[in-house]
């Protein structure tokens, strides 16, 4: 896929799921902004391995969760770049609990971070995609919407929302030929599955069909898809990327 020309904006780009798809669209073509909260080491990283390669890739400190600032670096970087191409919606937290003992702060982290961010960064990027009469987002949901996991009803609700917005999104801008579509990884290698892999990684291996985890480069493949000019068709969708986990199979 070549994404030669195109201005593309991430979320959560410097570590995991989010690093990989920062690479993938720089090896593409694409000049790419991607956004952190607080590792700067990290982000610093990404951005010196893909500039010394000649990729065009920079770093924007910038909470999700916080509306005011979202708007300010879209403005930005939209005056900068003059347009906008790819949104891609992947910063996202867990902070599991059950619902007896979760705390409001842990509940609303959860949802700022992961739903919120959703709702300011398309809003804010909405009117620069109509007015170029193209966009492409793509949203980072997860499987965890359909399954029943004890621990984590404050993700699940989030993911699950991203799902209703994605599709609710895709009608109001399909004319504008602004396409929008979620991802819904299944268990990705990254750190905010360390501690699970640690405890049972063998177990989850066995409930997956492929016997394998997700690496973040699976993602971004399913991501860049998404993104492409070419998939101007595929819209309001939500694409499992998780080796057959939910198919339901034995
Ligand atoms: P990760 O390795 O923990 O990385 C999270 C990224 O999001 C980091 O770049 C982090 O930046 C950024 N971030 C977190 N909170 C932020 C905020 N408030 N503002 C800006 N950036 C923020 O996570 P991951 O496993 O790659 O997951 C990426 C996405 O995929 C998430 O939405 C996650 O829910 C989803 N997902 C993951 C899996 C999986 O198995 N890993 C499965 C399904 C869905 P800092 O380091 O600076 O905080």
């Keep these: 896929m070549n994404f ?14 989010g690093r990989s798809i920062v690479e993938a669209f720089a090896n593409a073509g694409a000049t790419v902004g991607f956004v952190y909260n607080s ?15 000649g990729k065009k890739v920079s770093a924007y400190q910038c909470d999700v969760a916080d509306k005011v600032a ?44 992961n739903l919120t961010s959703v709702f300011n960064f398309c809003q804010a990027v909405t009117r620069p995609m109509m007015s170029q009469r193209y966009g492409r987002i793509v949203n980072m949901s997860s499987v965890a919407a359909e399954f029943a996991n004890a621990g984590q009803a404050n993700y ?7 799902q209703g917005f994605t599709r609710c999104m895709a009608t109001e801008l399909a004319r504008r030929n602004i396409t929008v579509n979620a991802v819904a ?6 750190d905010m599955t360390a501690a699970v892999r640690n405890a049972a990684e063998d177990e989850i291996k066995k409930r997956i069909p492929a016997r394998r985890l997700g690496k973040p480069e699976d993602i971004a493949n399913a991501t860049l898809f998404l993104a492409a000019k070419e998939s101007g ?4 969708q939500v694409l499992k990327v998780d080796g057959g986990l939910t198919l339901g199979g034995i």
């Design 39 to 53: 590792n700067s080491a990290a982000a610093d990283a990404v951005v010196k391995e893909l500039t010394d390669k």
């Design 156 to 162: 699940a609700a989030s993911k699950g929302g991203i």
């Design 233 to 236: 068709y595929v819209t309001g």
């Design 185 to 190: 990884p299944g268990f990705i290698e990254t």
């Design 70 to 113: 979202v708007d300010a670096l879209v403005e930005k970087l939209v005056g900068e770049w003059g347009r906008l191409d790819v949104l891609v919606n992947n910063a996202g937290i867990i902070k599991d609990g059950l619902l007896a003992t979760m705390t409001f702060e842990d509940w609303n982290a959860v949802i700022a971070t």
């Design 4 to 17: 030669e020309g195109q201005f593309v904006l991430v979320t959560g780009g410097s570590r995991g799921i």
